[in-house]
């Protein structure tokens, strides 16, 4: 029996698009209705809307809102006044590849059209199919990640994957939650995920609505459990993946990717292809967002370190491929040698 999703992410309406704000979760379920572009691009910056496949959803709608305020006497000047918009949701985070993705495809569905109004219909009808395969293909790699499940698994994940991420199914969490409606009995240990909590509010949220038993742990502590033999297996989800299997994910899951190798537990990671960058060569390439310090130094708005004292905040790290046990994608599990196997299911040699 599948999971019935009682919330929605992100929603576009016609002429709005709808945003569930992640900020307020778990306590609050508040939604933004906005037909600002500039409202869309502020809430990928402020994480109202995160996670990789979303990012690159929210954007998609955000150019469509623009579009469609957009007065243009002829193509050429919309697609001139198209740019900017482009380029104000391209500035809003760096390193999830969903998000460029999604403005490369759109700036294509741009290019056909021979009218200001064929082109506007052109950029909407893309964006929704973004988001339809985008939900589609967490579907299917959470059915492959699934196999990957034995009954009785406890399974240790990191930041946030679920629904809220994707919109679908989710990554790593899709996965997990696949095997819970497969019947699995299965447990899960959630990374709080400092310095945001996205596991702790998102993840932890996310998991009692599908009734799966989930138990909280700080970041720290994965090591004692990993060695311990609590965990069967690390599933996390990935902003970008290199050519070589290199992958950027929240900060904190290259430690977890080395503690696992070293208690011998399987260190997966699921996302879908639209998060392979297949032009970046390793990871050293992926471009880090670096964060306000106050994120670390504040919770939530209250301090809790010493007035004036320096933070540092890289949103993500890189995990580089030898420790990567699989990459679960809706086109299957690539294993060892990720490049062979990244180069067969990208267009990109």
């Known amino acids: ?94 390193t999830a590849r969903n998000l460029f993705g999604a403005l490369e495809y759109l700036q294509k569905a741009a290019q056909t059209g021979k009218s200001v109004a064929q082109i506007r219909n052109n950029i909407i009808a893309a964006a929704i199919t973004i988001h339809e395969e985008e939900a589609a293909a967490t579907h299917k790699l959470s059915e492959y990640g699934a196999e990957l499940i034995q009954d009785g698994d406890t399974i240790l994940t990191h930041c946030n994957t679920g629904p809220l991420a994707t919109t679908g199914y989710g990554t790593a969490l899709g996965v997990i939650i696949r095997a819970h409606e497969q019947g699995k009995i299965v447990k899960v240990f959630a990374d709080e995920t400092r310095p945001l909590l996205q596991g702790a509010r998102l993840t932890c949220w996310e998991a009692q609505k599908a009734g799966i038993p989930v138990t909280l742990i700080t970041d720290s502590m994965a090591g004692y459990f990993l060695n311990r033999g609590y965990i069967n297996s690390v599933i996390t989800g990935a902003d970008r993946i290199a050519a070589n299997g290199d992958t950027a994910n929240k900060i ?98």
């Open 1 to 94: 029996m599948e999971h019935q999703i009682t919330y929605a992410p992100i929603e576009w309406l016609g002429d709005k698009v709808r945003l569930l704000d992640q900020t307020r979760l778990p306590g609050e379920e508040i939604y933004i209705e906005t037909d600002d572009y500039r409202v869309v691009a502020e809430a990928i910056k402020e994480l109202k809307v995160r996670g990789a496949p979303a990012i690159g959803i929210a954007g998609a709608y955000g150019v469509a809102l623009g579009a469609l305020k957009i007065e243009a006497a002829s193509p050429e000047e919309f697609r001139a006044r198209l740019a900017e918009v482009i380029s104000t949701i391209a500035g809003t985070r760096p």
């Open 252 to 349: 904190g899951t290259y430690s977890l990717a080395v503690l696992a190798k070293e208690n011998g537990v399987p260190f997966y990671i699921a996302a879908p292809t639209t998060t392979i960058d297949p032009c970046i060569v390793t990871g050293a390439q992926i471009p880090i967002e670096q964060r306000s310090p106050d994120e670390v130094t504040h919770v939530q708005g209250v301090s809790l370190a010493p007035a004036g004292v320096a933070a540092a905040n890289p949103a993500f790290d890189v995990t580089p491929h030898k420790y990567i046990t699989a990459i679960i994608t809706e086109k299957g599990i690539i294993r060892k040698p990720y490049k062979a196997g990244i180069k067969s299911i990208t267009s990109v040699a």
